[in-house]
């Protein structure tokens, strides 16, 4: 089983709400991440946990708060999120970190922000 | 700046010829890179990848060479088939580094029946 899975698959909210995105792997990594992708962009890193301890935040503002409460659990919670924050959010996993290992990607979750 | 770039934003191949996506670096510490296969309304797909002590690596249909002296990798598909339609991203990692994977712009692959 290579399946990463996020919900939810599409969200929309307000400048003034408060939600949450979810991703979970059963590959037994160790590794999980959260990208972000702009339209006709690259995926940009945001986030690293390894071993459940956050190793990387690649200068993300802090509405945008990681939690990693079991191995096989990843959560991304938004608050006071801005319009220019839409995108869409992937969650991968991966062996190990730091590593060279391949990523899995899962299908994301298209954020609008209104 | 964008250390990782892919220059042809789309191409579009005759099915069971080979689809040729290129791939360009600058950063001379990156040492490991991948390629991922991207359908709308899904996440990347991993294909295949190589270090940099390798110039090849082979995948069934699928080829990566790399020319560590150009900083340029390549990603052949041969034959071609329809179900290769897809977005195609490199993303290149420096493992005595960060590890992060840095993603190219990706490149649009069209496989007419």
């Known amino acids: 089983d290579t399946e990463v899975t996020q919900t939810p698959k599409h969200l929309v909210m307000g400048m003034t709400n408060k939600k949450s995105l979810k991703c979970e792997q059963h590959?037994?990594?160790?590794?999980m991440y959260w990208y972000k992708q702009k339209a006709k962009k690259p995926p940009e890193l945001m986030f690293v946990y390894s071993y459940e301890k956050l190793s990387i935040n690649e200068s993300v503002p802090s509405r945008f708060s990681p939690e990693c409460p079991n191995s096989s659990l990843l959560n991304l919670h938004l608050h006071a999120l801005q319009p220019e924050d839409s995108a869409l959010y992937l969650c991968?996993?991966?062996?190990?970190?730091?590593?060279?290992?391949?990523?899995?990607f899962g299908p994301g979750t298209r954020l609008t922000v209104t | 700046d964008q250390q990782v770039k892919q220059n042809s934003p789309s191409l579009s191949v005759q099915e069971g010829r080979i689809s040729i996506l290129n791939c360009d670096y600058t950063n001379s510490m990156f040492d490991y890179f991948l390629w991922y296969k991207k359908y709308p309304a899904e996440g990347p797909t991993f294909l295949i990848s190589i270090s940099s002590i390798k110039d090849k690596n082979e995948d069934g249909r699928f080829t990566v060479f790399l020319n560590k002296s150009a900083k340029h990798l390549s990603l052949h598909i041969v034959p071609s088939q329809p179900g290769d339609s897809a977005v195609y991203f490199c993303a290149a990692s420096a493992t005595s580094g960060t590890y992060k994977y840095i993603f190219g712009t990706g490149t649009r692959l069209k496989v007419l029946a």
């Open positions: 991968a996993s991966s062996q190990g970190w730091p590593s060279s290992y391949e990523q899995y």
């Open positions: 590959m037994g990594h160790r590794a």
